[in-house]
């Protein structure tokens, strides 16, 4: 099991922009698929985007464009630059690592997009 604790969840405007990371507690996280999911109060959660351990990326239709995921395996860190933010996006974001075997959630992070 992957201990994962996000952080930069926050209150923001439509149009403006987060940055959340992730730090995981584990050695060789660099051999985990790393992503970001969302859910929404009523909503299932769902997938907002992932990095492999070679830096492939996959970004669900909805924000592409607009985020940004990455990783620094020495930090054991996965971070999700969200730019332009949209009420929609209204959500607790969760951070995950997964492997054969293994899938590892974070606690969660709220992000509140609203005027």
């Known amino acids: 099991q992957v201990q994962l604790v996000e952080s930069g969840g926050g209150l923001v405007q439509p149009g403006g922009s987060l940055r959340l990371s992730c730090a995981a507690s584990?050695?060789?996280?660099?051999?985990?698929?790393l992503g970001w999911y969302r859910q929404a109060p009523g909503k299932e959660r769902e997938l907002v985007a992932t990095?492999?351990?070679?830096?492939?990326?996959n970004y669900a239709d909805s924000v592409k464009g607009r985020f940004t995921i990455s990783r620094d395996n020495p930090k054991s860190m996965v971070y999700l630059e969200m730019n332009n933010l949209k009420p929609e996006d209204t959500a607790v974001y969760f951070c995950?690592?997964?492997?054969?075997?293994?899938?590892?959630w974070g606690q969660g992070t709220q992000v509140t997009v609203s005027s």
């Open positions: 995950n690592a997964a492997s054969l075997g293994e899938n590892s």
């Open positions: 584990r050695r060789f996280i660099d051999l985990y698929t």
């Open positions: 990095i492999t351990s070679r830096k492939t990326t």
